[in-house]
Structures are given as C-alpha cells and as structure tokens.
Nanobody
Framework: QVQFAESGGALVRPGASLRLSCAAS????????MAWYRQAPGKQRELVAT???????NYLGSVKGRFTIARDNAKKMVFLQMNALKPEDTAVYYC????????????WGQGTQVTVSS
C-alpha cells in the first residue's frame, strides 16, 4: 500500500521561508517522478512542482524562482523549499506521483497546512 506523509507546514508571515517534507512508503520511489500539489480553500488541487528520476524539474508559473523541489531516493523522501512566501501560497500541500494527466496516481496523504498571513 502506497502512503505519503507530509510535514513541515506552519503559519508564517509574507516573505518567510518553509521547507516541506514528504515521506513515501510502499513504492519503488526511485522509479517515479515525484510531485508537490496544493489545494487552497474553495479551489481545486493544483500541481506545484515535479522532479523526474533524471532530476528534471518543472514548476507552476506562480512559484517559479521561489520554490525548489528536491528528492532523496535513499530515504524515499521529497522536499519543497519555499522562499519569499506570499499570502496566495496559503494551502494544504500534498505529495504524490503524477499520472499522465498530472493528477495524483495514488491515494492522498493528510497534507500539511501552509498559511501565509501578516
């Protein structure tokens, strides 16, 4: 059974930084592209960042230059370094494996709440 456990979310002020972590289990982690998603209140979940097995990254336009996705295949973990946070980054953040449509391939974890507010 594939499971994801996200952590690292917090309430921060605009301009702050956070590092999110996601531990994966039940998956041949090194074989998959990994992704971070987020869902803001009243909005659909959106794909934020991906990192392939060849370390090719892709980002949502609004986070490009501020967020960095990293992975540790040995620990089966994926990270999201978020800098210069903005109120519009407020959301619950999830990790998953993206399918061909960009949606999550496996069941979602509980996510981690990021709130950016002054």
């Amino acid at each position: 059974q594939v499971q994801f456990a996200e952590s690292g979310g917090a309430l921060v002020r605009p301009g702050a930084s956070l590092r999110l972590s996601c531990a994966a289990s039940g998956i041949a982690f090194s074989h998959y592209t990994m992704a971070w998603y987020r869902q803001a209140p009243g909005k659909q979940r959106e794909l934020v960042a991906t990192r392939t097995t060849d370390d090719i990254t892709n980002y949502l336009g609004s986070v490009k230059g501020r967020f960095t996705i990293a992975r540790d295949n040995a620990k089966k973990m994926v990270f999201l370094q978020m800098n210069a946070l903005k109120p519009e980054d407020t959301a619950v953040y999830y990790c998953n494996v993206p399918n061909s449509s960009g949606n999550g391939m496996f069941d979602w974890g509980q996510g981690t709440q990021v709130t950016v507010s002054s």
